[in-house]
């Protein structure tokens, strides 16, 4: 399997020109830059050849590849359409099935799911793709250890067969067993030889047991692969907050803002909340506040019920000295979640500070205020956990508001674990805060 710049290179270095004539030329390189994912400019514009694409506009096989790119890009939806159409004329199309199962996931489309899991199982038994829908069914109803008998039935009917082996990582990660996902996801990076993904997710499981070293390592190696990603400079940024490194972050980060403004689904704008956040975060941590209320205000766009935002615009307005507003904003945050603590420590704080027109927050008291917090929301997330057995929910906004996990190539994550991102709350990031607005006078 190469990487998308050997493919590019591949292509480009192959005698067509002057092993065929003019017209075959044309055919060859328009059916050849259809089979890459990330083309480079050179074979895009092969792609624009009207005449080729009207020929094949039916062709199976080109469909296939343009709902896998669109799949790459982020566009579920017409991907999905695009399988239909094909199954439609061939109803068990063996290259076409995975894709489709995936883009299944990602919709949370569950009836259809159980309905091709089923016929695949009648029809090939002994096939890796059945089980492997099987185990996306019982994956995104959340119960995870039939999901993972199944994808361990997939991988041993195909040992070669990756999108498996990522969903069977996926299903341990989500319960939060790092080192049998990790397993997984080792196994998957030897198959999948040109793929970033499984760097990626195992950075990934590395970033949630606190090894940054390691995690860095692996999301250098899938930039090598794919130099762009921005779930990779995503997670990157992420690292490198928690390390304290906050102007790699913000680079790193932005860095990934700008690709997905590139990306042709504007769709996939909901999904990347969680970055507008954390560019909030480390604009804050870096003192540009009126940046980090543009960046907060953007993801607020995007997920107008999400608390932690508002309690993160009300913090960054009390760096500012407007308390009047953050008290607005607190009182908001509590509107959507009555629970969220940082948002109830943080109003008391700005009520007192209104009620006694005091020019100054302590900052050794504010501290010791965000101390007080957390170890009583950890002690209340600890309380509040599910146990192992139970099925966890599928809906991304059920599962931990700290953390978030990327797409997946064949077998997409992110309808379950939210990208790997940490959405940090406000308090947490408060705590190394050194704002002058308060002493002068905050995943």
């Not at 959340?142 to 082996?165: E, H």
């Not at 009520?351 to 929301?377: C, R, S, T, Y």
């Amino acid at each position: 399997m190469l990487t998308n710049k050997d493919e590019n290179q591949l292509i480009q270095s192959l005698p067509i020109d002057s092993q065929c004539d003019t017209k075959q030329a044309e055919i060859v390189k328009f059916i050849y830059s259809t089979k890459i994912c990330k083309p480079n400019k050179q074979l895009s514009t092969l792609e624009q050849n009207t005449e080729c694409g009207e020929f094949f506009k039916d062709n199976l096989d080109i469909m296939i590849n343009k709902a896998e790119r669109l799949y790459y890009d982020g566009d579920y939806e017409i991907s999905y359409n695009i399988c239909r159409k094909v199954l439609d004329r061939d109803q068990f199309h063996k290259t076409c099935i995975p894709l489709y199962v995936s883009t299944l996931v990602h919709l949370n489309k569950v009836t259809q799911l159980f309905e091709i899991a089923h016929s695949l199982v009648k029809q090939y038994p002994q096939d890796a793709v059945s089980w492997f829908a099987v185990g996306c069914y019982y994956f995104l109803i959340g119960n995870m250890d039939p999901a993972r008998k199944f994808f361990l039935k997939a991988t041993c009917l195909n040992r070669s067969f990756s999108p498996a082996w990522l969903a069977l990582g996926h299903s341990f990660a989500q319960e939060s067993e790092h080192d049998q996902a990790t397993s997984a996801y080792f196994t998957a990076a030897q198959i999948m030889k040109g793929s970033y993904l499984p760097f990626l997710y195992i950075g990934l499981e590395y970033t949630l047991s606190n090894n940054f070293k390691l995690a860095e390592r692996f999301y250098q190696q899938a930039l090598n692969v794919e130099c762009d990603d921005p779930f990779v400079l995503h997670e990157l940024g992420v690292i490198w907050f928690k390390s304290q490194n906050y102007q790699n972050a913000e680079i790193s980060m932005k860095r990934a803002y700008n690709k997905l403004k590139t990306m042709s689904n504007k769709n996939t704008y909901k999904e990347w909340e969680p970055l507008l956040n954390n560019l909030g975060h480390v604009s804050r941590k870096l003192k540009k506040y009126e940046h980090s209320l543009d960046f907060h205000r953007k993801a607020l766009s995007l997920q107008p019920t999400n608390s932690s935002t508002w309690t993160s615009i009300g913090l960054t307005s009390i760096f500012l000295n407007k308390f009047e507003e953050a008290i607005e904003y607190f009182h908001q945050a509590l509107w959507y979640k009555k629970t969220d603590l940082v948002a109830k420590k943080l109003l008391d704080k700005c009520l007192n500070q209104v009620k006694d027109q005091l020019p100054v927050i302590a900052m050794g008291e504010f501290q010791l205020d965000i101390k007080d917090v957390m170890l009583a929301k950890q002690n209340q997330q600890q309380s509040q956990k599910q146990p192992k057995n139970k099925p966890l929910e599928t809906n991304a906004k059920a599962q931990s508001a700290d953390f978030s996990m990327s797409d997946s190539m064949n077998f997409p994550p992110a309808v379950n674990r939210t990208e790997n991102v940490t959405d940090e709350s406000a308090m947490e990031l408060a705590g190394g805060d050194e704002p002058d607005s308060l002493n002068n006078q905050s995943h």
